[in-house]
Every structure is written in structure tokens, then in C-alpha cells.
């Protein structure tokens, strides 16, 4: 098999990631225009006229009220963030002692990275760390895996990503990578490791509660500058990686440095509480459930979706939607305090009511306006402006 003619890309001419943190299997479509405003895209995607990875959203730009309530989250949640990527990277080391770390752009970019700090924190190992795209209904990006499948045994890649909500990412990884076994003869394991798994979707995973992880507040800027993952026949070849852009003019706003330096910062505070832990966790039954995607088909059934897919359940999920979707509206359990402060602010910002509802197996679930809707849509992107 010879080695695609695609290469990496590297910061600092592609992200504001240092070039050894992350090797980007991506194509750099920084120079086309692919934004789109959101109530367009909404509409062309539930129509069935275009694919959400077809183009991008208009990045969000936050008010200064709402980075308050990010720099807020992040100093609550360090620790435990902390702890979780602990727990998870001496998991995934128990079992491969020299993995080829592979993060899912981009929520799981972050996330690769801070494993791989622990692993060089606490074992004086850095393993390499790419980034390849992966796209729901349209599956992995074949060319990443024949590049990663030369440059590493395809049993020792473990595949990375931020959080599980209903599981459809996960579910969307083990298909497309049972079709390149099968069609390609290339066997990668199909384990999604996680931060937080609160829909309980696989076996690798920090923590199965479902909290904040501040890297899932912010777009671009906590990711390195970089826009979520572009798969368009129309730009991208059959032996290209699937695109993304870099946005440097956003550099003032850049916090995902900061990110990645807080939560390292506390490395060796939660070493000791990590070294306890991870072992009971490790022969504890760590089965998949499924819970979550029981969850979801009752919720969509309680609110009339047709769809699964225009309910996100989860933290993370639910500020996706109201970041660069059409939020109908806000599910949160009447005991969420101030995990969900930025939730409540960008639903604010929006018009987006909030209910309250006993009972409910995450912290809060997002809505995306269905086409039929009655109710009033939320216009225009946060911060009020179409």
C-alpha cells in the first residue's frame, strides 16, 4: 500500500496549536467561503437539499458577559476535567502501552492533546497525536486511516473525542470503521475514548456524569483557531483529507492555549486521587448501555421530533446547538445550578425558553427547531445578530 499524497498540516500555519501538540489529517480550505447563515443551513439540512459538512456556520463571536461565564467554568471544572483526562489516558496506557493517539475534529483536538500531556506528565511519554475528520452519515475520512495505517499499526490507534451524548458518533465510527475491515482489510479498533460518557456509548471513558467540559463553551477559539471539519465533494478530491479552516484573524479571542495550560496545571494535584481511582474503574463493568439512545427516542416521542437527530442531549451537546444550530428550545433538570450558567446565557440570547424538567437522565438537552414547528424559531446566530 503506498502513502496518500495528502500530508499533515501543523501549526503554526495551520492552527495556533504548537506543531509537536497535533498533527492535522486535514486539508486546509481556509480561503473559501463557506459560511453560511444558520437559518439557511438549518433549512437546507432538514430538507434534505445539502449535508451539515457540506459548510460552515458563521463562527460565534462571544459578548464579554459570556467569556466571564467561560473563564468561571473553566477555573470550577479544572480539577475534575483534570482528574478525567487523567483516568482515561491510564485506561487507554494499561491496555496500549505506545498508542497512536487519533482525535475526532474537533471537540476532540483538546482533548488528544491533554492525554498526551498526561501520558509524557506521568510516564515521560508523548504519543504522537493526529487529528482526522469524521462525519456523521458519511463516515471517517478513508484517506486519514490509509495514512495513519503506514505510519502505524492500525491496532495501536485510539480514536479520541470529547464527550458521547446519544451515541451517534460512536455508533457512525464503528460502522465506518467495519467498512473499511471489510473493504480495505484495514482493522482499527473501534473504541471511541471519552472524557465524559454520560450516554454510557463505550468502554473508554473518564468519567460516565455528565458536567462541563469548558472546551465544549467556545468554538474555533478554544480549538486552536481551527473550524469544525468540511466534507464537500465539490472541494475536496478523492485522495485529499477532508478540509477545515484556520481562522488567524480570530487570534485576540485565542483561548485555547489557555485552556490546555489550566487544565495541566493541575496534573499533579489530582495525580494522587487519578493513581487510586483509574485501577477500581479499570475492573469495574465498563459495558456500553446504550441509556442515552433510549433516552433520546423517549424525549423525541415526548416532543413530537420525528427525527433523533435534532435532539442533543448532554452539556456539550446542548451548547452545539445553540452555538451553530436553530435551538427550538432547552430541556435542564431542576437541580442544574451553575454548571449550566452559559447554557442559560446563550439561550437568553437567543429567545429560547428553558424548561425545567424532572427526571431528566442528562444536565439538559438541546432541541433543534423542527421544519413543522409551531412554536417561534430562535433567529439569528448568539449575540442577537443574523
Given at each position: 500500500m503506498s502513502r496518500p499524497a495528502a500530508a499533515p498540516l501543523h501549526g503554526p500555519g495551520f492552527s495556533s496549536y504548537a506543531a509537536d501538540e497535533v498533527s492535522w489529517l486535514l486539508t486546509d480550505l481556509s480561503d473559501v467561503e463557506l459560511e453560511a447563515p444558520v437559518e439557511e443551513r438549518e433549512e437546507a439540512i432538514q430538507a434534505g437539499t445539502a449535508h451539515y459538512a457540506e459548510s460552515l456556520p458563521v463562527e460565534y463571536q462571544p459578548t464579554e458577559e459570556y467569556l466571564r461565564l467561560f473563564y468561571a467554568a473553566l477555573d470550577a471544572s479544572a480539577d475534575r476535567v483534570a482528574r478525567a483526562v487523567g483516568t482515561l489516558t491510564e485506561l487507554i496506557l494499561a491496555e496500549r502501552p505506545s498508542p497512536a493517539l487519533v482525535s475526532l475534529a474537533r471537540a476532540g483536538t483538546p482533548i488528544g492533546i491533554l492525554m498526551r500531556r498526561w501520558a509524557a506528565f506521568a510516564h515521560g511519554h508523548r504519543p504522537p497525536h493526529y487529528t482526522v475528520s469524521i462525519v456523521r452519515g458519511r463516515g471517517i475520512d478513508r484517506t486519514a486511516l490509509r495514512y495513519l495505517a503506514e505510519a502505524h499499526d492500525p491496532r495501536q490507534v485510539v480514536f479520541v473525542d470529547g464527550w458521547t451524548g446519544k451515541g451517534a458518533i460512536c455508533r457512525e465510527l464503528r460502522q465506518a470503521l467495519a467498512a473499511v475491515s471489510a473493504e480495505e482489510g484495514l482493522c482499527f479498533d473501534p473504541t471511541l475514548a471519552v472524557l465524559a460518557d454520560p450516554g454510557s456509548c463505550t468502554t473508554a471513558y473518564g468519567t460516565r456524569d455528565d458536567f462541563l467540559i469548558p472546551s465544549a463553551c467556545l468554538n474555533s477559539t478554544v480549538s486552536g483557531l481551527v473550524s469544525r471539519t468540511v466534507c464537500n465533494d465539490r472541494l475536496i478530491a478523492p485522495e485529499q483529507f477532508h478540509g477545515a479552516k484556520f481562522y488567524p484573524e480570530l487570534a485576540a479571542a485565542d483561548v485555547s492555549?489557555?485552556?490546555?495550560?489550566?487544565?495541566?496545571?493541575?496534573?499533579?494535584?489530582?495525580?494522587?486521587?487519578?493513581?487510586?481511582e483509574w485501577p477500581e474503574l479499570a475492573a469495574a463493568d465498563r459495558r456500553p448501555r446504550w441509556s442515552g439512545w433510549r433516552s433520546a427516542e423517549a424525549l423525541c416521542s415526548r416532543y413530537g421530533l420525528g427525527d433523533v437527530n435534532l435532539l442533543k442531549?448532554?452539556?456539550?451537546?446542548?451548547?452545539?446547538?445553540?452555538?451553530?444550530?436553530?435551538?427550538?428550545?432547552?430541556?435542564?433538570?431542576?437541580?442544574?445550578?451553575?454548571?449550566?450558567?452559559?447554557?442559560?446565557?446563550?439561550?437568553?440570547?437567543?429567545?429560547?425558553?428553558v424548561d425545567e424538567v424532572p427526571g431528566l437522565p442528562y444536565m439538559c438537552v438541546g432541541l433543534i427547531r423542527p421544519r413543522d414547528a409551531t412554536a417561534p424559531a430562535a433567529a439569528g446566530r448568539p449575540g442577537g445578530t443574523a
Open positions: 492555549a489557555l485552556f490546555l495550560d489550566r487544565i495541566s496545571e493541575r496534573f499533579p494535584a489530582v495525580a494522587g486521587r487519578v493513581a487510586a442531549p448532554g452539556v456539550g451537546e446542548t451548547t452545539r446547538v445553540l452555538l451553530r444550530r436553530v435551538p427550538w428550545r432547552v430541556l435542564v433538570r431542576p437541580d442544574a445550578g451553575a454548571e449550566l450558567d452559559h447554557v442559560r446565557r446563550l439561550a437568553a440570547e437567543r429567545g429560547v425558553p
